[in-house]
């Protein structure tokens, strides 16, 4: 769970509901309003994406070869979610 605050100005329909300026929200997942003029991030959540990367990269550390694969996936769900950002 990772905290936003409606910026100044705005009023945003999240899961349905409307939040008005300044208001604080608890979210699941702040990474979609990354870059959105709308809000500010307060506290950031772990996404199940990041937890996954960790564990990637501690894999990698090791020298396990089965998780290649699996990191170079990641790595183009990435760039993909970077793309779709801009």
Same mark, same amino acid.
């Given at each position: 769970?990772? !905290?936003?605050?409606i910026a100044?100005n +705005?009023?945003v329909?999240? #899961?349905?509901? $409307?939040?008005?300026?300044n %208001?604080?929200v ?5 990474s979609k +309003?990354?870059g959105k003029k +709308? *809000?500010i991030?307060?506290?950031e959540?772990?996404? !199940?994406?990041? #937890? !996954?990367k960790?564990t990637s !990269? =501690?894999? $990698?550390?090791r =020298?396990k ?5 699996? #990191? ?6 990435? *760039?993909e #979610?970077e793309? %779709?950002?801009?």
């Amino acid at each position: 769970m990772g !905290k936003i605050k409606i910026a100044p100005n +705005y009023s945003v329909f999240i #899961d349905g509901t $409307r939040h008005d300026q300044n %208001e604080v929200v608890e979210v699941e997942d702040t990474s979609k +309003y990354i870059g959105k003029k +709308y *809000v500010i991030i307060l506290e950031e959540s772990n996404s !199940k994406k990041e #937890d !996954k990367k960790e564990t990637s !990269k =501690g894999n $990698r550390k090791r =020298g396990k070869k089965e998780n290649k694969e699996d #990191d170079e996936i990641e790595d183009e769900i990435e *760039v993909e #979610d970077e793309i %779709e950002n801009k």
